[in-house]
């Protein structure tokens, strides 16, 4: 079953999707599911190098030794197929009226989810200063963080929603209640 509404959302490493997501999930309890592009791309690589799925999937240094290889491979099967991980993703997603997808970061993704979904699509982008970033972790890495991986969003203007999640971030409800009335406008 198709849902009411799918919640794309995208931002900067360290900007916060996974906070955000994970409280908005919290909010809407059994209404909704978390969907990530990034879980057939890191089921894949854990697979084939024998590696921690969990630790992959997590926000850790153990991640982090992983993440170019892990781009350069996705990259290389988006050139066949672009809509390849955003199609695994979706396969196994449960019949809830909303999905969140906590990791769009390509144009190509939303492209993908606009022809597949239509008007059920929201777009959301998180935003942070990079003052914000780097105490919550980020350290800029050159072939990550330059590449389209990161950068593939930057010139989309189509946003239905930004929500500024850095030093001049509103309080977590009040991001949260954003969210909720594009949910509610549909």
């Not at 849902?3 to 900067?12: A, N, T």
């Not at 809407?28 to 024998?50: R, V």
């Not at 809509?83 to 190509?108: E, H, L, M, Y």
Request: proline share 2%.
């Amino acid at each position: 079953m198709t849902p009411k509404v799918i919640l794309l959302f995208s931002g900067k490493r360290k900007c916060g999707k996974d906070f955000l997501t994970d409280h908005l999930k919290t909010r809407l309890g059994d209404e909704c599911e978390i969907i990530k592009i990034s879980q057939p791309i890191k089921s894949h690589w854990a697979k084939e190098k024998c590696l921690n799925l969990a630790e992959l999937l997590s926000d850790g240094e153990y991640k982090e030794k992983y993440r170019l290889d892990m781009i350069k491979w996705s990259d290389e099967m988006r050139e066949q197929d672009y809509g390849c991980f955003c199609r695994a993703a979706c396969q196994n997603a449960t019949d809830k009226p909303v999905w969140i997808v906590s990791d769009i970061r390509r144009q190509t993704d939303i492209k993908w989810f606009k022809e597949n979904y239509g008007n059920l699509i929201k777009t959301i982008r998180l935003t942070a200063d990079e003052e914000t970033r780097k105490e919550r972790g980020f350290k800029f890495k050159s072939g990550v963080d330059d590449v389209v991986s990161e950068c593939g969003l930057d010139d989309y203007s189509e946003w239905d929603l930004i929500i500024d999640n850095g030093k001049n971030r509103k309080t977590l409800d009040n991001q949260l209640s954003s969210v909720m009335e594009l949910i509610n406008s549909l």
